[in-house]
């Protein structure tokens, strides 16, 4: 299997390998998101050097969404730094909400000038966005004109492209024609949910867009499709392995001769090279590759690993696996015991017990822990069962909440606590500026930095609630207010200097033998991986100390996602009692409750998604033959 950070992104064709014989669109699968977006954005600054010495324009369609970002912020550097000249390019953006106003924050209009063109010396006259608010009668005629004005300049040199969970590029969506044009359309429910953060709530999001066509994109001479993250896995294997279908409009760019998808590991993990390499070719078995194909065989059988037989294994492409290992007995007795090692009801080690078959050490029986949570509500959300435990069995826990969360609670609960405050206190003039601003705010107003500061009031003593209720010292918890949160706005700064020196200050003083953080590594753009990279900066910082070579680090997985079977190095069973009392923590986070702000498509409440979740991690491991438990906690050890 091939995965690497490859240095230039164009190379062989899909499918010329045994192990890309399912792919029909050639792609490069990076370890992280940021380095692929350096490399995309040399390649089209290269392009736009190369047309600027032929005396010709360049010709760029772009996309909005997160996908992009990245590539933007280098093309952005590369014009500070090094002098990178947009006086010759052109540019068509692939779609605009409809309808919708060009100084609304949600437009694309805005999104393309806060991250490209207000930093760049591209002319004003050579930007195109479809323009939202045209009038209805016009419509049809202005997408004309749209296509046309593409034609004229010599149709588009290289095309960038997003994916959304429906298979749209563009606004493209399910049913749309290999020759469609510019138009407009009526969006998909799902994209809808996936743009409701933005918009507030999905009642906010536009019905209508308008979008180039299948045919507009498919006419570009060069394009690239970028895909972070594991919400883009299933909809990746459906366009690069399924077939041509207008179910998945992004299966057309199966007839283009020049396209590559530029993705993540966790956007590729569905694809069979990936997935389940044993289909494709021969392997370099390791004990974590082993583990990982016996897992899905007895998915895939429907059988608890000690009932797996040879014949399973050998019809199922893993002879080679057998042959090195003997028997099917032998494998599964190895590989059920590697997945009962992971499982401990001692998360911060057995005091006086033989470890050398468990997670976590013996040694330092009372040790100092920190959970750190991204929003104040992830501590008990994913790992609540664990950290009740970890206080009950004596470590010194703290609790460091990365950021305030402001932004997650609603004017209507900020303006119910501002109004008690202020029949306590009628003289409080803050108070009364707080009532008046939330009274009259618009949507697209920004909360004022009081308001900003209530409502993260308001999730501290939540945050309180649910830490003493587990027994916690109200000093062992830490409220971080990390700045590059501090923006008022969905879009976030990235990390500065300011936040890591946060982060290394709380491990220095504490110094902890375990630190346990949100391993939402398939989340490119989102808090969680923001509030994961900068602790993993801190520990880079932090490596040469002494201490930290005591000092461990498990990764739980955010209100999202669990980690695979396969990936756990630590389970920690709960009880039913205990399943109880984590739902009670979570309960103390009232603004959380009852149609959240940033629900996504799931509209089932944390405390439903966090049980459904760990009774399914507990079934999981009862199906693959272990014990049947109530509910289970997973962790994955990063090793720094
Ligand atoms: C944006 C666009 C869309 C996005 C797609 C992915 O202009 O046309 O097709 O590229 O919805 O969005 P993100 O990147 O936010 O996941």
């Known amino acids: 299997m091939k995965i690497a950070n490859h240095k230039n992104i164009t190379y062989t064709k899909a499918g010329m390998f045994e192990e890309t014989r399912f792919e029909k669109i050639h792609n490069v699968i990076f370890t992280e998101s940021n380095a692929a977006s350096v490399l995309v954005a040399k390649e089209i600054a290269d392009l736009i050097r190369e047309k600027e010495a032929q005396n010709k324009p360049c010709v760029l369609g772009l996309a909005t969404g997160s996908s992009p970002i990245k590539v933007y912020e280098e093309l952005v550097r590369m014009h500070r ?87 749209h590029i563009g606004f493209n969506e399910p049913g749309s024609h ?51 993250g594991g919400n883009k896995a299933e909809i990746l294997k459906a366009t690069i392995e399924g077939e ?55 998915e895939l059988t429907g059988k608890p690993f000690l009932k797996l037989t040879d014949k399973d294994y050998n019809n199922n492409g893993m002879s080679g696996l057998l042959t090195e290992e003997g028997t099917a007995y032998d494998l599964n007795i190895k590989m059920f015991n590697k997945l009962q090692h992971t499982i401990t009801g001692w998360p911060g080690g057995k005091p006086n017990a033989d470890d050398s078959n468990r997670p976590e050490r013996a040694s330092i029986p009372k040790k100092r822990v920190i959970i750190f949570s991204p929003h104040p509500d992830d501590d008990v959300i994913s790992m609540g069962g664990t950290f009740d435990r970890l206080v009950e069995q004596g470590h010194e826990v703290h609790v460091a909440y990365q950021t305030s969360g402001n932004i997650a609670v609603s004017d209507e609960e900020a303006l119910k606590f501002a109004e008690i405050t202020k029949s306590l206190c009628p003289e409080c003039e803050e108070t009364q500026s707080i009532i008046n601003f939330l009274k009259i705010k618009t949507d697209n107003d920004i909360d004022s930095v009081e308001v900003r500061q209530l409502k993260g009031l308001i999730r501290r003593s939540e945050s309180l609630g649910a830490t003493r209720y587990f027994g916690l010292k109200d000093e062992n918890v830490h409220f971080l207010d990390l700045p590059f949160y501090e923006t008022g706005t969905i879009k976030k700064n990235n990390l500065s200097e300011e936040d890591i020196q946060i982060m290394c200050d709380l491990i220095d003083t504490i110094k902890p033998h375990q630190i346990y953080a949100a391993g939402d590594l398939a989340d490119p753009h989102g808090t969680h991986k923001v509030c994961l990279d900068s602790l993993f900066e801190a520990l880079k910082i932090l490596k040469p100390k002494p201490y930290m070579n005591d000092c461990w680090v498990w990764l739980y997985r955010g209100a999202w996602h669990e980690w695979e079977s396969y990936q756990i190095e630590m389970a920690v069973p709960m009880s039913p009692d205990q399943v109880l009392r984590k739902r009670h923590a979570i309960f103390y986070h009232q603004s959380q409750k009852d149609g959240v702000m940033f629900q996504g498509g799931d509209s089932r ?16 491991y009862n199906d693959l033959g272990l014990a049947d438990y109530a509910a289970i906690e997973a962790f994955k050890r990063y090793h720094f």
């Open 178 to 228: 290999y020759n469609s044009g510019t138009r407009s359309i009526t969006l998909d429910h799902i994209t809808r949910v996936d743009a409701a953060p933005s918009f507030l709530g999905i009642e906010n999001v536009p019905r209508k867009a308008i979008t180039m066509g299948i045919g507009t994109v498919l006419a570009a001479k060069r394009i690239v499709l970028l895909a972070w």
């Open 81 to 167: 730094e090094e002098g990178l000249s947009f006086a010759n390019v052109i540019t068509f953006n692939l779609d605009e909400y409809y309808p919708m106003d060009k100084g609304n924050i949600q437009s694309y209009f805005y999104f393309m000038h806060e991250h490209l063109f207000n930093h760049i010396d591209i002319l004003p006259e050579n930007i195109n966005i479809p323009d939202g608010l045209v009038s209805t009668e016009d419509l049809y005629q202005y997408c004309i004109d749209y296509e046309m004005k593409i034609k004229a300049v010599g149709g588009l040199d290289f095309q960038l492209l997003g994916i959304g969970r429906t298979g």
């Open 605 to 620: 409440e944390f405390w439903v998604r966090a049980e459904d979740r760990n009774r399914l991690t507990a079934k999981k």
């Open 244 to 298: 041509i279908t207008p179910e998945v409009p992004a299966t057309y760019l199966q007839n283009h001769t020049n396209t590559t998808f530029v993705i993540d590991e966790a956007a590729a993990s569905e694809l069979t090279r990936v997935k389940t390499p044993w289909l494709v070719t021969n392997c370099v078995w390791d004990d974590d590759l082993k583990l990982k194909a016996v897992v899905w065989l007895s």
